[in-house]
């Protein structure tokens, strides 16, 4: 008499490249926290100093340029995680093209620089925006985009290229 056995059957593994948008998604989304945070702390540096006889060479502002730098140094550590992991996924994944145009932006060294490659992911995401034969994929990356468009807005509000030169009671030695 025969016994009867349970077949299973083997459980589909996920492609290389799923599992590599999958990882550019969680660090692409922490990149967003990051900087929100970053530029969170650079707008409480510009409050705590403004109106301090030393600016931000005063020493009650100390406290917040350390977690201004601190925060920034997540972003950069971030940013240069989410590009390694873009580099696992096809081209025309959407999230690929922001990451690439985030470090235009944030690698930008001027303000001309800056404003041109804010353009030129905002251009990037009203065109991903429109596009009447996108895939579900992409249109789940939607919600994220406009993240992204919050957060363009948040770095565009700052002044990171502070006009001429550095503040001459800010002691850099």
């Not at 025969?2 to 083997?10: E, L, Q, Y």
């Not at 490249?17 to 998604?25: E, G, K, P």
């Not at 990149?31 to 301090?52: K, N, P, Q, R, V």
């Not at 020493?59 to 950069?76: C, I, N």
Request: aromatic share 6%.
């Amino acid at each position: 008499m025969a016994t009867a056995v349970a077949i299973t059957r083997p459980a589909q593994t996920k492609s290389t490249r799923d599992y590599s948008a999958h990882i550019l998604r969680r660090n692409f989304l922490q990149l967003l926290t990051d900087i929100d945070t970053a530029t969170a702390a650079e707008l409480e540096l510009t409050w705590a100093s403004e109106g301090l006889p030393g600016g931000m060479g005063d020493p009650a502002v100390s406290k917040y340029l350390r977690e201004s730098e601190a925060a920034w140094d997540r972003v950069t550590d971030c940013l240069a995680a989410t590009t390694a992991a873009a580099t696992g996924v096809g081209n025309s994944c959407v999230l690929r093209k922001m990451t690439y145009c985030l470090r235009s932006v944030l690698s930008s060294e001027s303000s001309g620089e800056f404003d041109r490659e804010i353009a030129a992911a905002r251009r990037l995401i009203a065109e991903t925006c429109i596009l009447p034969n996108a895939s579900v994929a992409d249109r789940d990356f939607f919600t994220v985009l406009q993240a992204v468009a919050a957060r363009l807005d948040g770095l565009d509000s700052l002044d990171l290229y502070r006009s001429g030169a550095p503040d001459p009671q800010l002691n850099l030695h």
